[in-house]
């Protein structure tokens, strides 16, 4: 052991650590929002925005795994959101009652993961074909298409069993005792209230468990080494087929979770543009790229900042989403310009690095 | 009997016979060379060695195996790693990682064990690093380890690529242009590398290559490739002076 | 009858998406971004025509001017502003989310200056509608004009690629920035005057759209500019003609699945056969095959 932690110095360790950091981060908000929360300072939208903030890290996390950890454009992430909640709401307003509300919730997360997971592989398996911008519009594509489909889609339950329409209600031919489960463009109504903040931070704490676990592993290295150099990748005998689908499924598995807590945090859940519409995969992927593409702490920053930053703007009523469009753009411009970055190490090496280090020239 | 067999190996591109009828025998632990002209054919000869062009026509044997048409993953776990010409590391990895991945059909533990971070997962990760840390040795990059792969010069980073094609465990190495873009110095340096992984490791290796110096220095046998067609085949130095090498290398 | 009625729609229709497409496919091909904003340059140009038109009153003519000559400024403007320091980032993915920054920024200014309320836009369409076949086939002014320009902007775009040297600039620049500046072409204004063609372009959609669907709000441009994003990627994106095909392939599509399958899933349906193109050819219909050298 000694022998090792002297061939590496501090490797293993440097690792462990940056992934402690971003736990501890997310323990501390938690902690600090419940004392808040405890001495009556939060007001009740923000109490209500504390839910939906999980949901968005969550959904942050998980794309950065398609996006910076595979490297593959995905611009239809909200579609596994509206899958998993879709499958998880149906599941717990058909088992309501029937089994202890935490079991029936624990089990709905889970079918959420799987139902979200499995739409990952089938959706995976044509789109990872593709490269680049066709890959994006296509993921943009599926997830219309999900949406489109769960509008049109009724599922009804009577003494007979279940009934399955894409028409209308009336085509369910259901008995007098049928309830309606899925109304079409109306959802789902009536899904238990399971979710709060706890949850959805236990959540946030499994899905960074999951996937900062599995980037420093070998299945890791190997989705790395895909995104870094798809021909060296092959050349090396790496399964590119596999781990694409691997890291697409476990991150649209991730997303089902959170559709999930989000059908469990409201009493109507309808699929509409802006909940799991191409603006909502566009929202997460703006988390993403502001966040540090491939950076999961930068990306639960960026989704928190983003997320209250409207509601902190909201006595400027009218202009606050004019002026979050213009903190997203200046925010682009400032970390991503190539001037930008050579004013940044300029006014770095005048005013910090001259007292560390003498004798470099200043340019 | 011969480690590498190759038989009429011949590809077209839009009716351009890019290799054509292509054959080679390389025995086990040669250091063989395979030279000619820009636009030969060279770099064609490895991917179709490799899969990543599948052959017209012809038959690849690696080990008295039939390796034809498979796909360039399942060439590799046959026993064939390469390097690239225009060099192909995982620039965002450390240097240490990009050598792990190689090791990625060599060491194994589940996607779930290593998510659970089960024992199994640092058992295994810590072999890797041993691993990993040994063949870095060997090309003098252990003191980088840490390092991302994109931040080492350019003559590391050739031989950074040469430590990941070994960890695969190959039975024969392909090595596209190693002295490209070194200076004599490195060069020299590189030729004893490339002894040394023969000796080290019994290994078979193909190289192309322009440097002249080089091709000599190591090389027991060549294959000179001129318009897609084998030119000339032999001992090194029966192959360097003959007047058709020499006439296709300067021109008419 | 309804047959070839929903075919001149959609060919309608579709001609608006080429429109729009273009811009998008020329942006494309010659910064290699996909300029998110575009779609919302098509409400701007509405915007400026309603409020010369119906607000001032005054004639239509003057308002499409105008509303080309806007969104020409708004283009070079965002072009410069947000997309040209972002041109060698270190992720393409840098230069997207700024325009979608913009996109947002478009929305919301519109909101602020004309409200969330749905606004009726008047058509400036002043061609009586054509009745065929004993009236039973009555085609609207609308979409004969939308036809008639949109043809008419295909064909001079092409002249002015094929033949003026500006054009000629463009496909140098699009092909290879670094050659094109030693043959000493000026890269930073080709890439301007490219915005400003797909803004104007845009513009002119903008009129036509609103002309044949009346309804104008901040969002309007939104749901056009991913079709016609749709459109160009399905053509095969950076190629002229590949948009001009998918955009109006784009067009028939929906119309004809609104009309025989269902108007809820028309979207869905379009989006299903984008995706079932290029399953069999990967880079669209005209797109060209990339092979990476190896």
């Known amino acids: 052991m000694n022998k090792m932690s002297k061939k590496f110095p501090g490797k293993m360790n440097k690792i462990s650590k940056n992934n402690f950091i971003t736990y501890l981060l997310v323990l501390v908000l938690y902690i600090v929002i419940q004392v808040l929360l405890a001495t009556g300072n939060v007001s009740s939208l923000m109490e209500g925005l504390l839910v939906p903030l999980c949901i968005y890290v969550m959904l942050a996390v998980s794309l950065n795994l398609t996006v910076g950890i595979l490297g593959e454009l995905s611009l239809g992430h909200a579609g596994f959101m509206c899958v998993g909640a879709f499958s998880g709401a149906f599941f717990s307003k058909c088992i309501n009652g029937a089994m202890p509300d935490a079991l029936r919730f624990i089990i709905a997360l889970l079918i959420g993961a799987l139902m979200a997971g499995i739409f990952g592989i089938?959706?995976?398996?044509?789109?990872?074909?593709?490269?680049?911008?066709?890959?994006?519009?296509?993921?943009?594509?599926?997830?219309?298409?999900?949406?489109?489909?769960?509008?049109?889609?009724?599922?009804?339950?009577?003494?007979?069993?279940?009934?399955?329409?894409?028409?209308?209600?009336?085509?369910?031919?259901?008995?007098?005792?049928?309830?309606?489960?899925?109304?079409?463009?109306?959802?789902?109504?009536?899904?238990?209230?399971?979710?709060?903040?706890?949850?959805?931070?236990?959540?946030?704490?499994?899905?960074?468990?999951?996937?900062?676990n599995l980037i420093h592993s070998r299945a890791g290295r190997a989705i790395m080494s895909i995104r870094d150099n798809r021909i060296a990748a092959e050349s090396i005998g790496i399964n590119i087929t596999k781990y694409k689908l691997m890291a697409f499924s476990i991150s649209a598995?991730?997303?089902?979770?959170?559709?999930?807590?989000?059908?469990?945090?409201?009493s109507t859940l309808t699929a509409l543009p802006k909940n799991f519409g191409y603006n909502m995969s566009i929202m997460i992927l703006v988390f993403v790229v502001l966040g540090g593409i491939g950076n999961i702490r930068g990306s639960i920053i960026s989704a928190i900042v983003l997320t209250l930053l409207p509601e902190l703007l909201r006595g400027l009523s009218d202009y606050r989403m004019l002026i979050y469009a213009i903190v997203l753009i200046v925010m682009m411009l400032f970390n991503w310009s190539p001037k930008a970055n050579e004013w940044k190490e300029q006014v770095k090496e005048k005013y910090f690095s001259r007292r560390v280090s003498k004798g470099k020239g200043v340019k | 009997m011969s480690l590498l067999e190759v038989k009429n190996l011949t590809i077209s591109f839009g009716g351009l016979r890019a290799v054509d009828d292509f054959n080679i025998e390389i025995k086990e632990g040669q250091l063989y060379g395979l030279i000619g002209p820009n636009g030969a054919g060279k770099t064609t000869v490895f991917n179709l060695l490799t899969g990543v062009y599948k052959p017209n026509e012809g038959i690849i044997r690696l080990d008295g195996r039939d390796i034809t048409g498979l796909k360039t993953m399942d060439i590799n776990k046959a026993g064939i790693a390469r390097t690239f010409q225009n060099i192909r590391l995982f620039k965002a990895l450390s240097v240490l990682d990009n050598v792990k991945a190689g090791l990625h059909n060599t060491y194994h533990y589940s996607t779930i064990e290593g998510i659970l971070r089960l024992p199994s997962y640092f058992k295994v990760e810590k072999e890797m690093n041993e691993r990993a840390m040994d063949l870095l040795k060997v090309f003098d990059l252990d003191g980088e380890a840490d390092y991302l792969a994109a931040n080492l010069p350019y003559g590391k980073q050739r031989k950074l690529e040469i430590a990941r094609a070994l960890a695969t465990n190959p039975k024969l190495l392909l090595l596209d242009e190693p002295a490209a873009g070194m200076n004599p110095n490195e060069t020299g340096e590189l030729m004893d590398t490339i002894r040394f992984v023969r000796d080290e490791f019994k290994m078979t290796i193909l190289l192309i290559e322009h440097d002249m110096k080089l091709v000599s220095g190591i090389c027991e046998e060549l294959t000179v490739l001129n318009f897609g067609r084998v030119l000339m085949q032999g001992k090194t130095s029966t192959v360097l002076n003959d007047p058709q090498v020499i006439t296709a290398y300067l021109g008419e | 009858m309804s047959?070839?009625?929903?075919?001149?729609?959609?060919?309608?229709?579709?001609?608006?998406?080429?429109?729009?497409?273009?811009?998008?496919?020329?942006?494309?091909?010659?910064?290699?971004?996909?300029?998110?904003?575009?779609?919302?340059?098509?409400m701007v140009g509405a915007f400026t025509v309603f409020t010369i038109v119906s607000t001032l009153g005054l004639p239509p003519a003057l308002g499409i001017l105008v509303a080309i000559i806007v969104c020409t400024v708004f283009g070079i403007t965002i072009e410069r502003v947000a997309y040209k320091p972002l041109r060698n980032a270190a992720s393409p993915l840098a230069v997207l989310i700024t325009a979608i920054g913009v996109s947002y920024l478009l929305?919301?200014?519109?909101?602020?200056?004309?409200?969330?309320?749905?606004?009726?836009?008047?058509?400036?369409?002043?061609?009586?509608?054509?009745?065929?076949?004993?009236?039973?086939?009555?085609?609207?002014?609308?979409?004969?004009?939308?036809?008639?320009?949109?043809?008419?902007?295909?064909?001079?775009?092409?002249?002015?690629?094929?033949?003026?040297?500006?054009?000629?600039?463009?496909?140098?620049?699009?092909?290879?920035?670094?050659?094109?500046?030693?043959m000493g072409i000026n890269v930073n204004k080709?890439?301007?005057?490219?915005?400003?063609?797909?803004?104007?372009?845009?513009?002119?959609?903008?009129?036509?759209?609103?002309?044949?669907?009346?309804?104008?709000?901040?969002?309007?441009?939104?749901?056009?500019?991913?079709?016609?994003?749709?459109?160009?990627?399905?053509?095969?994106?950076?190629?002229?003609?590949?948009?001009?095909?998918?955009?109006?392939?784009?067009?028939?599509?929906?119309i004809f699945g609104k009309a025989y399958i269902s108007s809820q899933m028309a979207d869905a349906i379009v989006f299903a056969v984008l995706i079932i193109v290029l399953l069999v050819k990967p880079t669209g219909i005209l797109g060209k095959k990339i092979q990476e050298k190896v």
């Open chain 3, 190 to 254: 080709t890439i301007a005057l490219t915005f400003a063609i797909g803004s104007a372009l845009a513009a002119v959609a903008g009129v036509l759209l609103c002309s044949a669907y009346p309804s104008l709000t901040p969002y309007t441009g939104a749901m056009p500019g991913i079709k016609a994003f749709v459109a160009a990627v399905f053509g095969g994106i950076g190629s002229i003609p590949g948009a001009m095909i998918g955009g109006i392939l784009l067009g028939i599509i929906e």
């Open chain 1, 253 to 266: 598995a991730i997303a089902g979770v959170a559709g999930v807590l989000y059908a469990h945090n409201l």
């Open chain 1, 122 to 212: 089938l959706i995976g398996i044509p789109v990872l074909r593709l490269k680049g911008d066709y890959l994006a519009i296509v993921t943009l594509a599926f997830g219309e298409i999900i949406k489109n489909l769960v509008n049109v889609m009724y599922i009804g339950r009577d003494g007979n069993g279940f009934h399955f329409s894409m028409k209308d209600f009336l085509s369910l031919n259901m008995e007098a005792d049928g309830e309606v489960i899925v109304n079409g463009a109306q959802g789902i109504t009536g899904t238990p209230h399971d979710a709060n903040f706890t949850i959805g931070v236990v959540l946030i704490f499994l899905s960074l468990v999951i996937v900062l």
């Open chain 3, 3 to 42: 047959f070839i009625s929903y075919l001149i729609n959609g060919i309608s229709l579709g001609s608006v998406y080429a429109i729009i497409a273009l811009g998008y496919t020329m942006v494309y091909g010659i910064a290699k971004m996909l300029n998110f904003a575009h779609g919302d340059v098509i």
């Open chain 3, 107 to 182: 929305q919301n200014l519109a909101l602020i200056i004309f409200g969330a309320n749905t606004k009726s836009f008047t058509s400036v369409v002043a061609v009586k509608p054509l009745k065929l076949a004993e009236g039973n086939l009555v085609i609207s002014g609308e979409t004969i004009v939308t036809i008639i320009v949109g043809i008419a902007v295909m064909i001079i775009l092409s002249l002015f690629i094929s033949k003026a040297k500006a054009g000629q600039a463009m496909l140098a620049v699009a092909e290879d920035k670094g050659a094109a500046q030693l």
